[in-house]
């Protein structure tokens, strides 16, 4: 890796000179009661840190973050970033989105990521003074550095856990595709396939879900399947997750649409799923949208 060669200033086409040669980056952790079944900001703290007085917007709060190498991913940089500055563990948080404030030439991505606890946060790093977990409600009143106040509006709006149900026999069975022979093999298919789309995410999801316009989102992926397809070999890493229904695939849609945090969005042409799942809080799309996406 070419570490620490995006250590320097570069002047982006608005003629505003910014800290990081190929770009900068930030990590926005927030956890909380707001993570509950609907989501909300209510009780939610998000992990800001206060810039030291000799650096550029000195004394400002914003998100741990920093300049990022040339070949290295933007995800990984502001998780490193995060590590370096404020002791963020291996582990502690899953992205959920991303915001993309691009100057031309220049950009700053700032992660939006949920945290299962409120990890101890201290000042690791010379380049700040301070780290601490702060209510939402209180963020508008600091100091901000003046980029995370300007996006603070939209940011604060996508502090909540997103989730995708997949209903897999619907989904399988709205494509002409043979499924019907091996119900294992085509149930296969179907995740092979969302496992590329769970890791890189999507630029929009449907406007039920009431959620901020993120450059992009990468919400949960749960695929609940029933009967043979149960015997298909999943291997699910990262956002991706396989529910075997016991008995009936309906009533294991419900209880996921019912138990998981945030928003949950049902994948599912089936009516009554529909109503059940709707009653249950979720939103409820037809496979057509998620088919669309692969």
């Given at each position: 890796?070419?570490?620490?060669?995006g250590?320097?200033?570069?002047?982006?086409?608005?003629?505003?000179?910014?800290?990081?040669?190929?770009?900068?980056v930030?990590?926005?952790?927030?956890?909380?009661p707001?993570g509950?079944?609907?989501?909300?900001s209510g009780?939610?703290?998000v992990?800001?840190?206060?810039?030291?007085?000799?650096?550029?917007h000195?004394?400002?709060?914003?998100?741990?973050?920093?300049a990022?190498?040339?070949?290295e991913?933007?995800m990984?940089?502001?998780?490193r970033?995060?590590?370096?500055?404020?002791?963020l563990p291996?582990g502690g948080?899953?992205?959920?989105?991303?915001l993309?404030?691009?100057?031309?030439?220049?950009?700053?991505?700032?992660?939006?990521?949920?945290?299962d606890?409120l990890?101890p946060v201290y000042?690791a790093s010379?380049?700040?003074?301070d780290?601490?977990?702060?209510?939402?409600?209180?963020?508008?009143?600091?100091?901000?550095?003046?980029?995370?106040?300007?996006?603070?509006p939209?940011?604060?709006?996508a502090?909540?856990?997103?989730?995708?149900?997949?209903?897999?026999?619907?989904?399988m069975?709205?494509?002409a595709?043979?499924w019907?022979?091996?119900r294992?093999?085509?149930?296969?298919?179907?995740?092979?396939?969302?496992t590329?789309?769970?890791?890189?995410?999507?630029?929009?999801?449907?406007?039920?879900?009431?959620?901020?316009?993120?450059?992009?989102?990468?919400?949960?992926?749960?695929?609940?399947?029933?009967?043979?397809?149960r015997?298909a070999?999943?291997?699910?890493p990262?956002?991706?997750?396989v529910?075997?229904?016991?008995?009936?695939?309906?009533d294991?849609?419900?209880?996921?649409?019912?138990?998981l945090?945030?928003?949950r969005?049902?994948?599912?042409?089936d009516?009554?799923?529909?109503?059940?799942?709707?009653?249950?809080?979720?939103s409820?799309?037809g496979?057509?949208?998620l088919?669309g996406?692969?």
């Amino acid at each position: 890796m070419a570490e620490l060669d995006g250590d320097s200033w570069a002047r982006c086409d608005r003629g505003h000179l910014h800290w990081g040669r190929f770009g900068a980056v930030g990590l926005l952790p927030y956890s909380g009661p707001g993570g509950g079944p609907g989501g909300g900001s209510g009780g939610v703290r998000v992990l800001l840190v206060r810039r030291n007085e000799w650096g550029q917007h000195g004394g400002t709060w914003g998100p741990p973050g920093g300049a990022r190498d040339s070949d290295e991913p933007p995800m990984a940089a502001a998780l490193r970033e995060a590590a370096e500055e404020c002791g963020l563990p291996p582990g502690g948080v899953n992205i959920g989105g991303v915001l993309r404030d691009d100057h031309g030439g220049w950009s700053y991505q700032t992660f939006v990521a949920a945290a299962d606890a409120l990890f101890p946060v201290y000042a690791a790093s010379s380049e700040i003074t301070d780290a601490a977990w702060v209510d939402v409600g209180e963020v508008a009143s600091l100091p901000l550095h003046p980029g995370f106040g300007e996006h603070w509006p939209v940011l604060s709006e996508a502090l909540v856990p997103v989730t995708i149900i997949v209903d897999v026999a619907n989904v399988m069975g709205s494509r002409a595709d043979g499924w019907w022979r091996d119900r294992a093999a085509a149930a296969l298919r179907l995740h092979d396939q969302l496992t590329p789309f769970a890791e890189r995410g999507v630029a929009g999801l449907p406007a039920a879900l009431a959620l901020p316009p993120l450059d992009r989102w990468f919400p949960d992926v749960v695929l609940v399947v029933e009967g043979a397809a149960r015997g298909a070999a999943f291997d699910s890493p990262g956002h991706l997750r396989v529910v075997s229904a016991p008995g009936s695939g309906d009533d294991a849609i419900v209880g996921e649409a019912r138990a998981l945090p945030g928003r949950r969005l049902v994948v599912t042409a089936d009516r009554e799923l529909r109503r059940r799942c709707e009653s249950a809080g979720a939103s409820v799309t037809g496979p057509r949208w998620l088919l669309g996406l692969l």
